[in-house]
Nanobody
Framework: QVELAESGGGLVQPGGSLRLSCATS????????MGWYRQAPGKQRELVAT???????NYADSVKGRFTISRDNTKNTVYLQMNNLAPEDTAVYYC?????????WGQGTQVTVSS
């Protein structure tokens, strides 16, 4: 079992920025594909960004150019830098770790974009 703990969410004005962090309990963090997903009220959970152990990244079209996923393998932590936030980005953001056909999820952190 791998425990994930998201942090960094909160209330921000449109056009503002937030940086989410996801700390993991695994000592082989480098072996996992990490990802960020989000779920807005009444909507299905959707992929935001993923990043395997290397340097390649994958983004949803809705966040390309605004969000950046990164990871620090020495700290066993993955980040999501979110810039130019819009009300449509309001959701609970979940951290995900994948390896050997197993998915691990954090409890989520709330991001609210509002004036």
């Amino acid at each position: 079992q791998v425990e994930l703990a998201e942090s960094g969410g909160g209330l921000v004005q449109p056009g503002g920025s937030l940086r989410l962090s996801c700390a993991t309990s695994t000592r082989i963090f480098w072996a996992y594909t990490m990802g960020w997903y989000r779920q807005a009220p009444g909507k299905q959970r959707e992929l935001v960004a993923t990043m395997p152990g290397g340097t390649m990244t994958n983004y949803a079209d809705s966040v390309k150019g605004r969000f950046t996923i990164s990871r620090d393998n020495t700290k066993n932590t993955v980040y999501l830098q979110m810039n130019n936030l819009a009300p449509e980005d309001t959701a609970v953001y979940y951290c995900n770790a994948y390896r050997s056909n197993n998915d691990y999820w954090g409890q989520g952190t709330q991001v609210t974009v509002s004036s």
